[in-house]
Every structure is written in structure tokens, then in C-alpha cells.
């Protein structure tokens, strides 16, 4: 991997990551563009840990306030319904780890999975922003919201797209149903580099400093403007525009 493949891939990484338009996805499509067979454990771990470091940041208010309030009843709440909404992808991950691979490098499934992700994204366009706080939105919400978290472990369909959304769908304030989905975020890509560690071997650390620096720089920056861009996109009502995105491409692959 060249030190532009990696400014490239960065850039990838930070803005699928956290717009609605599937990290995974386009990773498939940039490996198939760039003819890597073969990812590289390393930099892929480390460009996840500077998009989880984007979001920490990001969020750094928030996950403060509910780490150092601990003992009070709202934020042991939101801590409840954090872990039930993750439970359902750590399920699913593990039933289909397997067959993870085949799921990865087929295209015609990308195409299908980018049309959810249109159809999802579309679907929000009819729901009025909601009046809901985290605190107050249950524990079968935690769980709906979860089960489309699962959803995304397939490449193509979006983790916050349909986070963000299914929050919607259940009366979620547009900017709660936003930092909901973003502090379910942190354990999803807390868990996949812990699992990409644990595939890890020296053999696997490609390149020198400068590729590696390269890539993960790139994905910080570019995450944390994604971040700002869908914040602003989300509290406005306009997260439907992505399904338009999302939905060309779904056709595009076809042809690939």
C-alpha cells in the first residue's frame, strides 16, 4: 500500500465512517478499486481507533457527564439502554463471524445492502422530529434501535444511518437521536478493533510511520467534520438526501 492509498483510504474511512453512507461498503468498493486482496490488519485497526478517537472527542461533554454522574438514575439509564442497543450486533457478529468473509466480497449483496440503506434513510423524511429524551425512550426502543445497529454489521447498510434513523422512528429528538447513535458507536468500534487485535501479528504491520501516520491523521480529521456536517444535516430534518446517495451507487454496483 502506497502513502497515497493511505491518505485515500483515511479520508474514506473518516467520512463513511460517521455520514449515513456504510464505512464497510465503501471499504469493499476502495479494495476492489485499489486490488488489495488483502487488508491490512494494522492500518485498518488503526484508522478504526482515529474514528473512535473522533467521536470520543466529539462527545467528550456528554460521555463525561454521564461517567461522572454515574450515581444518578438518569445516566445509569442511558448506560442501560447503551449496552441492551449493543447486545443484538454482539449476537449477530458472532453467529455470522464464519462466513464474514464471503459476506465482505460479494458485490451483488453490496448492491442490495446499499438499497436498505436508501430505503431506511428515505423512510425518515416522513417522521416529524420527535419529543423524546434519551432517558425516556424505553427499554424495547433500546432494543429496536439495536437490532438495525445489527443490521449494519453487513457491508453497504450504514451503522449510523440506521442508528439515527430507527431512533427516529421510535421519538427520538433529532439531536438525541444523533448522540444516541454516536455513543452506541463507541462500544461497535471499540469491539471491532479488539477482534482485529486479536488477528493481529508483526507480519501484519504494513508499511513504515509515515503510511501508517498518514492514514490515521486523515481518518481523525475527516471524522470529526463528518460528525459536524451530519449533526447539522440531522437536527435540520434532511437525512433523507443520503438515500439519494446511496441509491445510485446501489445501481452502480450492479454494473461493476
Keep these: 500500500m502506497s502513502i497515497i492509498q493511505s491518505l485515500i483510504l483515511g479520508i ?46 466529539y462527545l467528550k461533554k456528554e460521555i463525561w457527564q454521564i461517567l461522572s454522574g454515574l450515581n444518578k438514575r438518569e445516566n445509569q439509564k442511558i448506560v442501560g439502554f447503551i449496552i441492551l442497543a449493543t447486545i443484538p450486533a454482539v449476537i449477530v457478529g458472532f453467529l455470522i463471524k464464519d462466513n464474514i468473509e464471503g459476506v465482505f466480497n460479494s458485490l451483488s449483496l453490496l448492491s442490495i445492502t446499499f438499497l436498505i440503506t436508501a430505503v431506511i434513510l428515505f423512510a425518515t423524511k416522513f417522521f416529524e422530529n420527535g419529543q423524546k429524551n434519551i432517558t425516556n425512550i424505553g427499554w424495547l426502543n433500546s432494543l429496536f434501535i439495536g437490532m438495525f445497529q445489527a443490521l449494519a454489521i453487513l457491508p453497504g447498510v ?99
Design 158 to 256: 450504514s451503522r449510523s444511518g440506521s442508528t439515527i434513523s430507527a431512533s427516529l422512528f421510535t421519538g427520538l429528538k433529532r439531536e438525541k437521536a444523533f448522540k444516541f447513535s454516536f455513543l452506541l458507536a463507541i462500544p461497535v468500534i471499540l469491539g471491532a478493533m479488539i477482534l482485529q487485535i486479536f488477528d493481529f501479528s508483526w507480519s501484519n504491520l504494513n508499511g513504515g510511520f509515515l503510511l501508517n501516520f498518514t492514514g490515521f491523521l486523515t481518518a481523525v480529521i475527516f471524522g470529526f467534520i463528518s460528525l459536524k456536517i451530519l449533526e447539522k444535516i440531522t437536527a435540520k430534518g434532511k437525512l433523507h438526501y443520503f438515500a439519494f446517495y446511496c441509491l445510485a451507487l446501489s445501481i452502480i454496483i450492479l454494473f461493476i
Design 12 to 57: 474514506v474511512q473518516g467520512i463513511t465512517e460517521f455520514l449515513p453512507i456504510s464505512s464497510s461498503g465503501h471499504l469493499v468498493l476502495m479494495q476492489k478499486f485499489f486490488n488489495i486482496t488483502e487488508p491490512p490488519i494494522f492500518f485498518d485497526t488503526l484508522i478504526h481507533f482515529a474514528t473512535l478517537l473522533a467521536v470520543v472527542f
